[in-house]
């Protein structure tokens, strides 16, 4: 069985301090993601990494950052959190496909979440 | 710019009429399309791909590139198909997706 875990359910920080969420796969995955999830919004993408030290911005990266310093682990950093930045935040992972008939193993595989409140 | 519209918010029918989740998509290139789905207090999981044609839990989406849509359906719903459902769309070669807004599905009895 996938496992992607989330260090926190609920973390509740204040405004401009610095904030990390962390994320763990034990399946060997090349790519992570970090999304967040607001109603009306779906589900946007922050930052994704495809190998360790790798990563590029996703559609919403500005106030973060991430560090994949080990293939199974990709944190999310807050610099200086602010209350625009109050959301859920899912991790996921995924193999590398390199082929098209490879379609089936490329499935996103996403962690509980972290329920961030910034006050 | 690539976009994923799912055009309802929420979603309410009876247990055993039909439910169809609409979804549309932009895209230049060759899609790949899926529907993820979250039940209540579980995670976001994949429920299917348009490319393995797959029924699952009695839901189909077939592909339709003229009108550049992928919508969900299922002829009889059931209670336990209350969820929050995300179409999706491939971008890149390192599997990014760009999701829809999502479509919130509440089967009364």
């Known amino acids: 069985d996938v496992k992607v875990t989330q260090s926190s359910r609920y973390l509740v920080k204040r405004t401009g301090e610095k904030v990390f969420l962390e994320c763990v796969q034990d399946m060997d995955h090349e790519n992570m993601f970090w999304y967040r999830q607001d109603p009306g919004l779906g589900l946007r993408l922050i930052y994704f990494s495809y190998d360790v030290k790798m990563k590029e911005k996703g559609d919403i990266p500005e106030g973060y950052s991430v560090s994949r310093e080990k293939k199974e682990r990709f944190s999310l950093i807050l610099e200086s959190a602010s209350t625009n930045q109050t959301s859920m935040y899912l991790c996921?992972?995924?193999?590398?496909?390199?082929?098209?008939?490879?379609?089936?193993?490329?499935?996103?595989?996403f962690g509980p979440g972290t329920r961030l409140t910034v006050l | 710019a690539q976009r994923v519209t799912q055009p309802e918010k929420l979603l309410s029918v009876f247990k055993g009429a039909p439910v169809e989740l609409k979804c549309n998509y932009s895209?230049?290139?060759?899609?790949?399309l899926f529907w993820y789905v979250q039940y209540s207090r579980q995670r976001l999981q994949l429920l299917l791909r348009h490319i393995s044609r797959e029924s699952i839990k009695g839901f189909t989406a077939d592909l339709n590139k003229g009108e550049t849509s992928f919508h969900l359906k299922k002829p009889f719903a059931q209670e336990e198909d209350s969820a929050m459902y995300y179409c999706a769309l491939r971008l890149t070669s390192w599997g990014k997706l760009q999701f829809g807004a999502g479509t919130q599905v509440v089967v009364t009895p």
């Open positions: 996921a992972s995924s193999f590398r496909r390199v082929t098209l008939a490879e379609y089936s193993t490329d499935t996103q595989y």
């Open positions: 895209y230049s290139g060759s899609p790949e």
